[in-house]
Every structure is written in structure tokens, then in C-alpha cells.
């Protein structure tokens, strides 16, 4: 493949991303303008598949913003078209829900590494191989959080195949062993349960390319199983902030 051909999932080629080096990566499509227009001369590069991509700067940086859709699949797929077209740092900026009692709703996680229980990262490597954020990143949204005012927890991340799996798991053939490894999860101090960051760690690092994730927690089941409160947040605006300023205050980045 050359630099102009066309990545045949996300559409995009070198010249349509005029050298970004630097991706934040929501999975939902309609989250990719709402970050865009937090940069500077944000505009719609692509639409291909569950991938929307928009092109903005920050200060000098040109940056990308794409989704990646759901799961894990589609996560891997755009991490090596990105990987192609010369893409070297990720931020994924998404959501989850809470495993952790002390994570609330509206809370921010800067995840450092993901339990991969999910598939597609087994296509690239042994189980035994962790799937860990950059290091660098990941201070970098810590330091940044610090500084707007918002404390975030910073651990680990769940990541599954399956939502209602989770959900619902009781009606799920193999539920017996999706409820004794969530028990797992709570014992080991997992903070919180999502779908992608385990396959953008995993294969990025499989490539040299750096990643973390900021993510939003919408809410948290064991807290209303605990008779704690358990609000549902929707509202994107702070780890959006928080990946934005990690881009332009930190050389890090």
C-alpha cells in the first residue's frame, strides 16, 4: 500500500490526515464532532463504516478524531489502518460503567491497563501478555485532570465482548463463569467495565504505538446493589477537556 491509497475500512489515506500523528479515538460516531469542535478548525474528513473522522488542531498538532465503533474487532481494525498511515500516539475517549464502589457516575478513569477479557486481542498475543497503557500518557492525563480541578481514579479497566452479558448474565448459557470472574474483578480492585481499551493497548503495543483512555463512568451497578446512589451521566464534556489539554499542555504527548 502506498501513502495516498485509501485504508479500506476507515477511508482515509495520508494525505487526507496532512500528517496527524495523533488520535483521539471516542467509539461512538456521534462523539467525534462534539470533540472535534472543542479544537481549532475542525472539519469532517471521512464518514466509512462505523468510522467518523474529523481534523482539527491543537495549538500547532494537528490531530485526528475517529471513531472505532464498538468492540473490539473494530477497534483493532482502526489501530492498524491508523498504525499505516503513520498515526503514533491514541487516546481512546469513551465511557464505562463502574465496578468499583468508589467510582460514581460522572467520575473520570484514566485507565493504565485492561483485563483482556475479550477475543480480538488473542488474534496478536498469548493471554499471558498484558495489556497495559503508555506510561507517559497516562501522567500526562493524570497531570492534566490535576490541573482543570478534576480528580479522576487511575487503575484498571474490565474489558468484554458482550454488554449484556454483563447485564444480564444469569440468562447466558455460560453465566456461572461470567459471575464468578466479575466477583473476580471486584476482589482485584477493577475500577470500572468497558469494551475496547484491552484490543487499542494490546495491539498498539504489539506496534510501538502509544495509547491510554480517559473515560467517563456513566454508572455503577454494585453501587446500586450496595443501596448507594446511582445516577446515570451522559455528559462528555470533561474527559473531552481533560484529552485535550493532555495534547496541548504535555510534551509527552
Known amino acids: 500500500m502506498n501513502g495516498r491509497e485509501k485504508r479500506y475500512h476507515i477511508g482515509?489515506?495520508?494525505?487526507?490526515?496532512?500528517?496527524a500523528e495523533i488520535a483521539l479515538l471516542p467509539g461512538?460516531?456521534?462523539?467525534v464532532e462534539l470533540i472535534a469542535k472543542e479544537m481549532e478548525s475542525p472539519r469532517m474528513i471521512g464518514q466509512c463504516r462505523e468510522y467518523t473522522s474529523w481534523l482539527g488542531k491543537i495549538d500547532e498538532k494537528t490531530v485526528l478524531?475517529?471513531?472505532?465503533?464498538?468492540?473490539?474487532?473494530?477497534?483493532?481494525i482502526a489501530v492498524e489502518e491508523l498504525n499505516m498511515l503513520g498515526i503514533k500516539t491514541m487516546i481512546r475517549v469513551g465511557t464505562c460503567g463502574?465496578?468499583?464502589?468508589?467510582?460514581?457516575?460522572?467520575?473520570?478513569?484514566?485507565v493504565s491497563g485492561a483485563v483482556r477479557q475479550e477475543g480480538t486481542s488473542l488474534q496478536y498475543v498469548p493471554i499471558e501478555?498484558?495489556?497495559i497503557a503508555d506510561v507517559d500518557l497516562v501522567c500526562s492525563l493524570r497531570d492534566a485532570a490535576a490541573e482543570l480541578g478534576y480528580p479522576c481514579h487511575i487503575g484498571i479497566a474490565q474489558s468484554k465482548d458482550s454488554f449484556y452479558g454483563q447485564h444480564d448474565p444469569a440468562r447466558m448459557p455460560v453465566g456461572y463463569e461470567l459471575q464468578d470472574k466479575w466477583e473476580a474483578w471486584k476482589k482485584a480492585g477493577v475500577l470500572a467495565s468497558e469494551m475496547e481499551t484491552a484490543t487499542l493497548f494490546t495491539v498498539a503495543s504489539?506496534?510501538?504505538?502509544?495509547?491510554?483512555a480517559i473515560l467517563l463512568c456513566v454508572w455503577n451497578q454494585e453501587r446500586e446493589a450496595l443501596g448507594l446512589g446511582n445516577d446515570e451521566v451522559h455528559d462528555m464534556t470533561i474527559p473531552?477537556?481533560?484529552a485535550i489539554k493532555a495534547i496541548k499542555d504535555h510534551r509527552t504527548v
Request: hydrophobic residues 35%; without cysteine; proline residues 8%.
Open 129 to 131: 501478555y498484558p495489556a
Open 206 to 212: 504489539v506496534y510501538g504505538m502509544k495509547a491510554s
Open 98 to 110: 463502574g465496578i468499583k464502589p468508589e467510582v460514581k457516575a460522572g467520575d473520570v478513569i484514566v
Open 28 to 31: 461512538d460516531p456521534g462523539r
Open 65 to 76: 478524531v475517529m471513531s472505532t465503533g464498538m468492540g473490539g474487532p473494530s477497534t483493532a
Open 240 to 242: 473531552i477537556k481533560i
Open 12 to 19: 482515509l489515506d495520508q494525505q487526507d490526515i496532512e500528517g
